[in-house]
């Protein structure tokens, strides 16, 4: 690009970066695009496209010379935005749906915006200042005492990842301390029906795992953690318990495990990426009972807490003993390292991080924690409702009573490839976005709820298309 009359930009090292008229025109190039996205009224569904189309639509995009704002933005607008699945469309009931906030999304700009750190407090106080807050204000409401802290990482797999790597250093020292050998094989306990990221886990941490198994209804309690405990002996150091799973959003019987391990002394780890946010509506509290006890939960704020992708919130118990078995140690670090100071870089496995707590923060403190709750609560009782309808329909029938936001169902008469082309015609017709699921082997469907905007009468337009 040639210089400008009067631009007093003179080289290409700082045309980038420095502020001009050309910065100004192109901020407001995507800051408009940023608006209109977020303001949409009806969000398109879209749907993927083939590399070929895509290649043949985008054509070459990376050139010496670059191909200029304004056809890059059109570029994304056009041709690479409408080939994503918008997973905030009320329509989107698949995996675990997101339903960013006006709020979130628009300040996840301004945390871009603002070259935050978010590693350390000498770099990053103010944000991790307000990190902090949200990550106390979920501690309290788990139950966990005011010591307990964290970190918000990139997503529930790295959260329980981090959680086990801490529950594993936590009883390596313990046996140093009283002159006992590690076991040769350290494990893991969880219920069969725990998430993949479990054993994504135990495979990068080269651990076992033994299962325990759940009731009929899929929920693990006390008594079955405890007879796996006692096969397993010294070599276990955490019990992980799921609050609500992603299949069905079954929540384990927390209080009755947290017996068992306290009376053992093993770390209690809950996963709630999906579930745990359902415990900020009062009426659901009980269900959660016993997370009061655990050593360290996760739950997903771009899942069920209306954040955009990618946040995890990650809480200890004791995050002192997080922080010895997380602190990586390199000269050029020991500044912020041989400090007192609060580094949330220390808190789990990363190094530099986005402060991707903010965007949770700030759509929080603007609207209060009541619309989070009723915001939830819109998801339960949609669940149920629909779930009702469903019961009643002759061609349909429930596989279980929904527990949170997720309904599982079966079309009766229909095989794996009834359904597959079912799901193909009405995401083609982009009336919605739900894939075929299996249950102990049967094909079913599924929806999970999470977007406020998701209506009864929408989730009805779809059912009428299994008659
Ligand atoms: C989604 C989910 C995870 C994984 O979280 P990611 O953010 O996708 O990495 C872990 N556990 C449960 C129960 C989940 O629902």
Redesign the pocket.
Known sequence: MAAAPGDSLTTDADRMHATSDEAAALIDGVLAYARRRVLYEDVPLDKPLSPKDLARLAGDTITADGIGERRAISLFEHVLAPACLSTDHPAYLSF?PSAPSKASVAFDVIVSASSVYGGSWQEGSGAVFAENDVLHFLAREFGLPAEAGGVFVQ??????LSALVAARDAARRRNRAAGREDPRRWVVVCSAEA?S?IASAADVMDIDIATAQPDAGGRLHGDAVARVLDEQGDAVFAVVA?A???NFGIVDDIATIAEVTTARGVWLHV?????LAAMLVPRMRQAFAGVEHADSVIV?P??WLFAPF?A?ALIYRDPTGARRAHTQRAEYLDTLTEGADWNPSDLAVQLTRRARGLPLWFSLAAHGTERYRAAIDHGIELAKRIGDEIASREELSLVRDPQLSVVVFRREGWNAADYKAWSDRVLEEQLAFVVPSSHDGEPVLRFAIISPLTTFEKLVEILDTLR
Request: hydrophobic share 15%; net charge negative; charged share 15%.
């Open positions: 675990i997503g529930g797999t790295i959260g329980n998430h990221s799921t609500g799973t992603t996963d709630g990426a999906y579930g997903d771009h899942k990618d995890c």
